[in-house]
C-alpha cells in the first residue's frame, strides 16, 4: 500500500487499485487481439493477400501509425521462422483472370498458352473484372491463400507455382 500512501481511505486504495488492473488489462487488449486468425477470405476482404510474414506487419508499423491497420495484418500473417514460407505447398491452385483484361498482362498470357500444362493442378478460371490472381488450395479443394500477380513475369510464376504446388492433384 505504499504506492497510496497519500490516501486516508481503505475504500479509496482499493478503487485506485481497481483502475490500475484495469487500465493494464485495457492496454493489453491490442496484444491480444493480434493473437486471432481470420480466414484468408476474410484477410482479402481488408486487402491482405498474399503470403505475408508476420515481421512484414512490424515493417508496416514502422512506416504507417494506424493501429487498426497492423493489428488487422497480423490478424492475416503467418509466423516467421527460419525457412517458413518454403514449408508451406498446395494441392492445387486456380489462376483467376478476367478475359477481357488479358491483353494487358502479356506475362500471363505467355503462361497460359506456353506453361500451364505443365502444372495439371492449376486451373485457369475467367472471371470477369477480376485482377490476375493465384488462389491457393488445400487437400480437400478449398481456398487457402490467395495472391496477386499482375506484375509477375512467367518466369516468376513458374518458379512460385514449382515451390509452391503439387505437381499432381485431383482438383
Known amino acids: ?19 490500475t488492473a484495469a487500465i493494464i488489462f485495457i492496454a493489453s487488449m491490442p496484444l491480444a487481439w493480434s493473437k486471432e ?6 484477410c482479402e476482404d481488408l486487402g491482405f493477400t498474399g503470403l505475408a510474414l508476420c515481421s512484414d506487419c512490424h515493417t508496416l508499423a514502422e512506416y504507417i501509425k494506424d493501429q487498426e491497420l497492423v493489428a488487422d495484418c497480423l490478424k492475416c500473417c503467418t ?17 483467376e ?20 500444362d505443365k502444372f495439371p493442378s492449376v486451373k485457369v478460371q475467367y472471371i ?10 488445400d487437400d480437400e479443394g478449398q481456398h487457402k491463400e490467395s495472391i496477386r500477380i499482375d506484375n509477375w513475369k512467367r518466369e516468376h510464376i513458374l518458379q512460385f507455382l514449382q515451390d509452391k504446388v503439387k505437381l499432381s492433384s485431383a482438383i
Open 128 to 137: 470477369f473484372n477480376s485482377p490476375p490472381k493465384l488462389t491457393l488450395l
Open 97 to 116: 483472370v478476367c478475359m477481357r483484361k488479358l491483353v494487358f498482362y502479356p506475362e500471363i498470357v505467355g503462361f497460359i498458352e506456353e506453361e500451364k
Open 79 to 95: 509466423e516467421d521462422s527460419d525457412d517458413a514460407t518454403s514449408k508451406i505447398t498446395y494441392s492445387g491452385a486456380v489462376l
Open 37 to 42: 486468425q481470420l480466414s484468408s477470405r476474410e
Open 1 to 19: 500500500m505504499q504506492l497510496f500512501a497519500d490516501v486516508k481511505k481503505p475504500a479509496t486504495v482499493v478503487a485506485m487499485a481497481a483502475w
